[in-house]
């Protein structure tokens, strides 16, 4: 079965303190390892797309990396307004490319 | 300019009532889905319309019916509401559904169901 797991489900930085959010899956045939952002009471927002292993992407104080198995979201120097749940999605090799989400990682940082 | 918007945003019913959740888009898309983010805040894909063709169909009970009057909209309907209903539902929609079709989603409908 097509599985995608993040980890931690919750993370708390001091403003400036580095670190990476996991996201491991288990799907056939991949299409695309997505991560998108979300605010409390808001839809999720695109961040990244990558298609195969060893593509990095970054986006300001954000770096989406993929390997076989899974894919890193490192943030560098963290601000305030970095603070929202992360959600990674795998893109399935089915006729239809159904998109697998994870529970997401929370982060907060801290002034 | 709002890309993806739903309405209502807030819905407390009943259970047993019919209720309808609309969604439109103005980004030109060609397709348009459905997700239910529920208390344990899993995404998990509900339907998805490709000019106006029904594409996929996740084991949902036919209770919840989508109907697409245009490509801009993909409207949601739940008959005979229950408990288990509950839920954030999101509308997203994409230029294309396969391979490289990033999705862009609504804000959300709370659904509240008594």
């Known amino acids: 079965e097509d599985q995608v797991t993040q980890s931690p489900e919750a993370l708390r930085l001091q403003e400036g303190e580095s670190s990476s959010l996991n996201c491991s899956y288990t799907?056939?045939?991949?299409?695309?390892l997505f991560w998108y952002r979300q605010d409390p009471g808001k839809g999720p927002e695109f961040l990244f797309t990558?298609?195969?292993a060893g593509e990095e992407k970054e986006k300001e104080r954000l770096k989406a990396t993929l390997t076989k198995k899974e894919s890193f979201l490192h943030i560098t120097a963290p601000k305030p307004e970095d603070s929202a749940t992360y959600l990674c999605?795998?893109?399935?090799?089915?006729?239809?490319?159904?998109?697998?989400f994870g529970k997401g990682t929370k982060l907060s940082v801290k002034p | 300019d709002t890309a993806v918007s739903q309405t209502p945003k807030y819905l407390v019913t009943q259970m047993g009532n019919d209720k309808s959740i609309k969604c439109e888009q103005n980004?030109?898309?060609?397709?348009m889905y459905w997700y239910k983010q529920d208390s344990k805040k899993f995404l998990k894909i509900m339907f998805s319309?490709?000019?106006?063709?029904?594409?996929i169909n996740e084991t949902v009970p036919n209770r919840f019916s989508p109907k697409s009057p245009d490509k801009a909209h993909l409207n949601l309907h739940i008959n005979s509401l229950e408990l288990g209903d509950s839920a954030v539902y999101f509308c997203?929609?994409?230029?294309?559904?396969?391979?490289?079709?990033?999705?862009?989603f609504g804000p959300g409908t709370r659904l509240t169901v008594l």
């Open positions: 997203a929609s994409s230029q294309d559904l396969i391979p490289r079709g990033t999705q862009y």
């Open positions: 799907v056939s045939g991949l299409r695309g």
């Open positions: 990558l298609y195969s």
């Open positions: 999605a795998a893109r399935n090799g089915g006729s239809q490319g159904n998109l697998i």
């Open positions: 980004l030109g898309h060609d397709t």
């Open positions: 319309y490709n000019n106006k063709e029904l594409i």
